[in-house]
């Protein structure tokens, strides 16, 4: 068998298992999906509308998919391949791991392009599909609007940021707060709690250690108060949510980050400079998750050379291991996205790179 047949033969394998492990990370990524379905069918909701409710959630499912799946499918196929003797036997007629890779990489490389366009148009389309389409259902309240650690519109008057919620208590509260034509009220707040009214159709906020500046257009300067009640009302009428950056597709977040000033024109330099954070963050992220499908090939062939396990339940347990170490890595990152300064929207970029570049050194140590 010459080394091209052998190429598209590992290539081919390794589609194929892809394919298989693609429908069962795809599942079991939906299973909560899947449930909630099954909740809102026996509560009498119409079939209709949760089926497109289901059907708008696969491509968030498929986005964690498609890496997770690249993985499995390097440790068994590769695994399998050392287990039988065939990378060895290659390797004595002169074939370098590089040239037995070879196929694969390319497929995993379709893969990529594939997850970029997912990741930056199709994904976000669908989880704002899928919210106004619970908010229509009315399975979104008031508080599930309420996003903790960035900045959003709740309405396009009031845009809030939340540091911190547990439940019912929020911290560290900032508020803009348009409502009144001519005047952009900031509201900042140390605590405070929130909570529904008028059976769930509004939001109301009671905020302690407050400072509002201006507080009116007959007081325009700075006043500090113990107590501040707030309500935002209809907010929960059917069919309304506001949409936020998961909203958007990345060629709008790029359009909203060269307007950034004037589309935020309320903020301060301070926390336009959070938002700033926020949106970069999102567009590296969607980039940095479609690249890490190779990334994990990448450290998931020598591995596989190395497990001699024919086991397939190792290889998946393995897989769940190293795309658990990675994707915490992410979540490490993503956790400075309130810290301008240590550019998070580059870190995100850390655990790619270095997964790949370990890797990169453990296929040439085996080559």
């Known amino acids: 068998m010459g080394s091209r047949t052998l190429d598209r033969y590992i290539g081919l394998d390794f589609l194929m298992t892809f394919v298989m492990a693609m429908v069962f990370v795809t599942f079991a990524t939906s299973i909560g999906a899947v449930f909630k379905v099954m909740d809102l069918i026996a509560r009498g909701m119409p079939w209709a509308p949760v089926v497109r409710l289901f059907l708008y959630s696969m491509p968030t499912s498929i986005v964690m998919a498609i890496p997770l799946g690249c993985l499995v499918s390097c440790l068994l196929i590769y695994g399998r391949l050392s287990d039988d003797g065939e990378v060895m036997a290659m390797q004595t007629l002169g074939l370098g791991l590089g040239t037995i890779i070879r196929s694969t990489l390319l497929v995993v490389g379709g893969l990529v392009v594939l997850s970029l366009y997912i990741n930056h148009e199709v994904e976000p389309r669908a989880h704002l599909a899928r919210r106004t389409e619970q908010a229509r259902m009315r399975s979104v309240s008031p508080l599930d609007m309420i996003e903790e650690g960035r900045f959003f ?51 109301s906020m009671d905020l302690i250690d407050v400072r509002i500046n201006p507080f009116s257009k007959d007081v325009p300067k700075t006043v500090y108060v113990k107590e501040w009640a707030l309500e935002i009302e209809e907010l929960g009428k059917q069919g309304h949510y506001q949409p936020d950056e998961e909203d958007a597709a990345s060629t709008e977040l790029w359009t909203t980050l060269r307007n950034l000033r004037s589309v935020y024109a309320e903020l301060d330099a301070r926390d336009l400079a959070l938002k700033r954070s926020f949106i970069l963050f999102e567009i590296n992220r969607r980039s940095a998750m479609a690249f890490s499908s190779l990334a994990l090939v ?57 997964f790949a570049a370990l890797g990169l050194r453990l296929i040439r140590r085996k080559d």
């Open 153 to 203: 519109r709740i309405i396009p008057e009031l845009t809030m940021y939340i540091g911190h919620r547990d439940e019912d208590l929020i911290r560290d509260v900032r508020i803009y707060d348009s409502r009144e034509a001519g005047l952009i009220r900031e509201i900042h707040a140390h605590h405070g709690r929130v909570y529904e009214t008028a059976e769930g159709q509004n939001l």
């Open 298 to 354: 990448l450290i998931g062939i020598p591995l596989g050379v190395h497990s001699h396990r024919k086991s397939t339940g190792m290889g998946v347990a393995l897989s769940l291991v190293i795309f658990l170490a990675f994707y915490m890595s992410t979540l490490l990152t993503q956790s400075l996205v309130t810290v301008p300064a240590a550019q998070p929207h580059l870190l995100i970029w850390l655990p790619v790179s270095l």
